[in-house]
């Protein structure tokens, strides 16, 4: 168990609809990390939080957006679903946010869109 | 721009087998990390081992061994004496201390290497 909790841990939902993925991190861990894995892109960075700030983008769509709340928890909110949006979304958290802490992975939440 | 090549797409051994993930890396950062991550079947990502670039001194833990070699730009991973238990797949990241502030902490993940380990 990594300490990186992960809701929900399967999410099925149709075209155009909005979801909302929740992450608590590691106790003590400032930085959270969002991550999409799908077949074809692989595992690709979206976004980075540290202590409710962000810090670092990747390839984030227009219609996804995150924020990092006072308790360190973060959410993920997907808009306007498109059936390429499913994948399995990981997040993950690291006592900094810098590259040379370890970060530890949820089990993801594996979203299909139908 | 970070990348990470495993060219390895899948690898299929016999238990009790030695077998070595390739993994190829580039960066212009001056200092770098680079890490190693197992996805079993039931999905996670669970972290192996980190290394410095600064380091290049190799790791072993268990049947577990890393030889980084900054020359050729590579930090392969082997496994001695394969299990059934090994199967999954492997992951080989990299990330930096970019002064610019973009790339702090967030991984570039190379395609994967999934491993089958035959009984």
């Known amino acids: 168990d990594s300490g990186v909790t992960q809701t929900p841990k399967h999410l099925i939902t149709a075209t155009g609809q909005r979801v909302t993925l929740r992450c608590s991190p590691r106790s003590g861990d400032l930085s959270v990390y969002w991550y999409q894995q799908s077949l074809d892109q692989g595992l690709q960075f979206l976004i980075q939080y540290y202590n409710g700030e962000e810090r670092a983008k990747g390839n984030i769509l227009e219609r996804f957006s995150a924020q990092q709340f006072p308790d360190l928890h973060s959410e993920l909110n997907l808009s306007s679903l498109e059936l390429g949006d499913s994948a399995l979304y990981f997040c993950?958290?690291?006592?900094?946010?810098?590259?040379?802490?370890?970060?530890?992975f949820g089990q993801g939440t594996r979203l299909t869109v139908v | 721009a970070q990348k990470v090549t495993q060219a390895q797409t899948e690898i299929s051994v016999v238990e009790k087998e030695d077998v070595t993930l390739d993994c190829v890396y580039e960066?212009?950062?001056?200092?770098?990390?680079l890490f190693w991550y197992k996805q079993p079947p039931s999905g996670e990502l669970v972290f192996l081992i980190r290394r410095n670039s600064f380091d290049e001194q190799n790791e072993i833990s268990g049947r577990y061994s890393w030889n980084f070699q900054k020359s050729t730009s590579s930090f392969n991973f082997t496994i001695t004496a394969s299990q059934v238990v090994d199967s999954a797949v492997y992951f080989c990241a990299l990330s930096g201390n970019n002064a610019g502030g973009t790339s702090y902490g967030k991984l570039t993940f190379g395609q994967g290497t999934i491993l089958t380990v035959h009984p």
């Open positions: 960066t212009r950062d001056t200092t770098y990390y």
């Open positions: 993950a958290s690291s006592p900094s946010g810098t590259g040379g802490t370890e970060a530890f």
